[in-house]
């Protein structure tokens, strides 16, 4: 990719995350109270957005060879017992991350 193609790219890759975050501000005017609709969504996606999270994450864990997902497992009881106590959302991913990729490349190598 020659030089002005790669600053092609990445001007087209911040316009297009420049659109999206400005694009609710736009539809959405101040002026006006929030659609009842968008309201709802609000408040049921973030718990939907994790569960698929969590779903995903486990997906592919295999119970039957190796550590049989213990490394997994001891995780998500971390960032479980973390969210409860600290009710951190950042605390208890971040602790949980560090803590699964500690474990995968030096206890269950």
């Known amino acids: 990719m ?8 990445i001007a087209i890759a911040v316009a297009g995350v420049q659109f999206t975050r400005w694009l609710p501000f736009w539809v959405f005017s101040p002026k006006r109270p929030i ?5 709802y969504l ?7 957005i994790f ?8 997906k592919n ?12 497992f001891l995780t998500g009881a971390v960032v479980l017992i973390l ?6 959302m950042f605390l ?12 995968v490349q030096t206890v269950f190598k």
């Open 35 to 39: 659609p009842e609709y968008i309201r």
């Open 61 to 72: 864990v295999d119970i039957t060879s190796g550590y049989h997902g213990l490394p997994d």
């Open 2 to 9: 020659t030089l002005n193609e790669q600053i092609l790219t």
């Open 92 to 103: 208890s991913m971040a602790a949980g991350t560090g803590l699964y990729m500690l474990l």
């Open 42 to 48: 609000g408040s049921v996606l973030p718990a939907a």
């Open 83 to 88: 969210h409860f106590w600290k009710r951190n």
């Open 51 to 58: 569960a698929m999270l969590v779903v995903y994450c486990y």
